[in-house]
């Protein structure tokens, strides 16, 4: 109870007031957890739809966390409450052997593919002959460069995930279609159809993507080719934990099929429509047409701005708006002719590799590069190109002096493709691996089944530097100042070997390196200062573990909030971490079996880095976790007003009065809302006193 809350203990008002601010425990009985564990899953759905499909958050990621693991904590203590479509089943299962067949509804069809205007007009052309009128309406989205997908819901669950396949037959996916947030485990309607199949795309976000490249890079991985196969690959894991760890998302874009009883949409527009109110997300880039040059208008604009979205997309799908339309087209072969994609001009190049060398890692890591005849490529001069590692450039042939196809998508590090073999000479050389270092003569080793080479000299001064390049990075410890070049000259000049001798620069020292002045050094000096404030999983990240990225660096410090505790860390704890496999847990553990590196750390501890998980302050959310119906008229307050004080301050707004309303808001000229409320006995409040129990918490 809240003490001189103002309220009379024995009115409805006191009674939800006690409900708003009661500690969180776990319910004394079955029942009482039943009604709980559903509160909150539909306040985590609410907020996963906010998030991935309104892109419009109403609360904080700590106090998300925090709902999340309340429903962890209480399908614990009760598992026969557990249902397939709880938040928490997204976290993955147990790895499958292999995947079954699924048939599809429909068929998912491919695209025919437009190149210029004049192929789109001409695909006009054939859809008003066919339709014998000449006005007809057209809608265009982005054509994501992703995963097509069918999602399979019974009675609004979903219940099957599954790829496209050959388009009649896919892959039973749902485990790992289950993980991806933007996916809904049940549509958000109250009158679901009976069976519905929505269709979309699975992508990874190129944002993700790079993060992703950039993990696996200071893993010692090799990096994903382009987001597409990172995407297809991450859906078709056989373990649905893997896919779990990599922020894959979705856009809906179709409905394959509806029950007989169901009602298909009248047109595309209002199939987008649909799949929103569902709860699926949409690119929201999608335009309704009146003529074909509004669509060819609309191709220019997304071809000049491709690069502003998050995501690849490598066209326009253009599609007849109206159903029954498209039902008269119907199909040619294996293609719709009421839908066509607009293809953009790509973003490959043609040049010639000049020499394949080596850049070696802050692992060790013996990473092979092409320097190329300098190529435009997607609007941007390249002259180098990834070739990932050895086994790459063997599967492909890649020799020295090849012509070679380059391609370039967004910011991705442009790669090498394949070669022309045809535009050989015989004067192409075949790339021999280096036994040795190229930087410090070291022999070169390469693990038992992997696909790297690495240098066994731990000092090697190129490891030494990428490593130092890696803890002062933006993700890292975000140290402004200390560029590739000037930790070079560092090194040379004696100054800094490890990160830990950053910490000892004096501002002389800094002076006397080129291009530095009285207050470029004071700037970096305040710079290293602020950089030991950094949390610890930055910290952790920093260090450059093997396999340990960003993302994991997080899951360890969650579970072991110290340095000390995650130094003594057995193989088996680290492995029972969600997310951390046998791999990566035998990586820390080598790691702290180093003296170096413990050396490391205490004197990185003594400089004044953090080496201990701070807990996050939460803010404060008097309404957290309830949910709200508001019915009659507030005085000078708009209902949409109403919604969004309640919203910001952690409650939920719905529709209609149910047993898991928390109360109803009662303004004047009630409706029948209030007397089902009473049935129910959900208690009510006026919106002062609401107001009231805001301010007083705050």
Known sequence: MIADCGLNPNTAACQACCAIFAVVAIPATRAEAAHRIEELRHEIEYHNYRYYVLD????????????????????????????????????????????????????????????????????????????????????????????????????????????????????????NLKTIRAIPLRLRTSDPPRLVEARGEVYLPLSAFRKLNEERAAAGEPPFANPRNAAAGTVRQLDPRVTARRPLSFFGYGIGYIDPEGRLPETQWRILEQLQEWGFPTTRRQRLHQSIDSVIDYCREWESRRDELDYEIDGIVVKVNR?????????????????????????????????????????????????????????????TATLHNEADIRRKDIREGDMVVIRRAGDVIPQVVRPLVEKRTGNEKVFTYPDRCPVCQAPVVREEGGVMAYCSNRRCPAQRLEALKHFVSREAMDIRGLGPETLEKLMQAGLVQDPADLYRLRREDILGLPGFGEKSADNLLRSLEESKHRPFHRVLFALGIRHVGATVARLLTRHFPDIERLAAATTEELEAVPGIGPEIARSIRAYFQHEDNIRLIRRLQEAGLRFHEEAAARPVRPLSGKSFVITGSLEGLSREQAKQFIEEHGGVVRDSVSRNTDYLIVGANPGSKLEKARSLGVPTLTWDELVKLVNQSS
């Open 323 to 383: 159903i029954d339309d498209q039902k008269r087209l119907g199909s040619l072969s294996r293609e719709p002719r009421w839908a066509i994609a607009y293809k953009f001009h790509s973003e490959e190049a043609v040049t010639r590799l000049l020499k394949i060398e080596i850049n070696v890692g802050r692992t060790g890591t013996l990473n092979p590069y092409a320097v190329l005849d300098p190529v435009e490529v997607g609007g941007v001069t390249v002259h």
């Open 56 to 175: 419009d958050p109403v609360i904080s990621d700590q106090e998300y966390d925090r709902l999340f693991r309340e429903l962890q904590e209480l399908e614990a203590a009760f598992p026969d409450l557990i249902t397939p479509d709880s938040p928490t089943q997204r976290v993955g299962a147990e790895p499958s052997e292999a995947f079954e067949k699924v048939s599809h509804y429909t068929a998912m069809l491919s695209l025919g593919n437009a190149f210029n205007e004049q192929e789109l007009r001409a695909f006009h052309r054939r859809v008003v002959n066919l339709l014998g009128r000449s006005e007809v309406e057209y809608v265009t989205e982005p054509k994501i460069d992703g995963l097509a997908v069918a999602l399979t819901y019974e009675n609004g669950l979903f219940v099957r995930g599954a790829t496209r396949g050959n388009g009649e037959v896919g892959e039973n996916v749902t485990p």
